[in-house]
C-alpha cells in the first residue's frame, strides 16, 4: 500500500496505545478478515456505541492495512482531536448537507487500498433491542462513485462496555467485543444501470443493511424484527 511513512508511523504510534488499551478492556472474537479483498474497500458496519471505533480501528490494523473513517466535521475542529484525525486523513462529513470535498479524501484513501469505515445507520442505532435500524443512501453513492466493494461486518459486544450515554467504560466484567467480516456484497445489479433512481438507491442499502443483520444475529440472542426501526417515524 502506497501510504506515506509519516502516515504509517502516525498510525503506529496510535495503534501502540490503543490496541494495549482494547485487549485490557475486552476479549476478541473476531473472524472473516480473510474476506477482506486487496483493493481499497468500504466496511459497512452496524452502529451500538461509541466504542465501536476503537475495536474496528484495531480489527483492520490487525490485517495490515489503514482504517479511515467517516466521522462528524465537528470532530475535526475539537484542537487537539481534530488535529490528530486530520493529519492520520480521517475524513470529515457534515450531516446537514453543508459541502465538504469528503468525496475526493475518499477517493484518495480507495486508490492507496486503504479502508474506509462506514456506519450507515449514521449513529447508534435507536432500535429499542439495538437492531440495525434504516440506512442512509451515502454509503451505496459512495460505492457508486468510486467503485469500490463494500464488505458488510456485523458486531456485538462493545455496547455492554460503553452503553450508550455512559462517559467511562464499564471494566468488570471483561466482555467481549465480536466482529463478523461478510463477503461482498453482490451490487453489480446496481452498478450497471445507467442512472439508478431513489427507489434503487434504498433497496441496495437494505440488502447491505440485511447482510449487516444476518451477520450479527449469530452473536446476540433474538430474532431480528420484521420491518427495520426508523427514527423518523418513531419520533
Known sequence: MS???????????????????????????WKGQENLPDTGMILAVN?????????????????????????????FELPAVGKLITSM?????????????????????????????????????????????????????LALTTGAPVIPVGQWGVHETLPKGDKLP??????????????ESDLEWLRTMGKPGQRDLTDATEQVMSEITDLMAPLREGTPPETRYNPAKNR
Not at 3 to 29: E, K, T
Not at 92 to 119: H, N, T, W
Open 3 to 29: 501510504y506515506p511513512l509519516g502516515l504509517r508511523a502516525m498510525y503506529f504510534g496510535a495503534a501502540a496505545i490503543v490496541r494495549p488499551a482494547n485487549m485490557l478492556m475486552m476479549r476478541r472474537d
Open 89 to 141: 486523513k480521517q475524513i470529515p462529513v457534515d450531516r446537514a448537507g453543508r459541502s465538504i470535498d469528503s468525496l475526493k479524501m475518499a477517493e484518495e484513501v480507495l486508490a492507496r487500498d486503504g479502508v474506509i469505515i462506514i456506519y450507515p445507520e449514521g449513529t447508534t442505532t435507536k432500535d429499542p433491542d439495538m437492531w440495525p435500524q434504516i440506512g442512509r443512501l451515502g454509503m451505496i453513492r
Open 170 to 183: 464499564k471494566l468488570f466484567p471483561r466482555r467481549t467485543s465480536a466482529i463478523r467480516v461478510g463477503t
Open 47 to 75: 452502529h451500538i456505541s461509541d466504542l465501536d471505533p476503537l475495536y474496528m480501528g484495531h480489527m483492520v490494523y490487525s490485517t495490515g492495512r489503514l482504517p479511515h473513517f467517516l466521522a462528524k466535521k465537528e470532530l
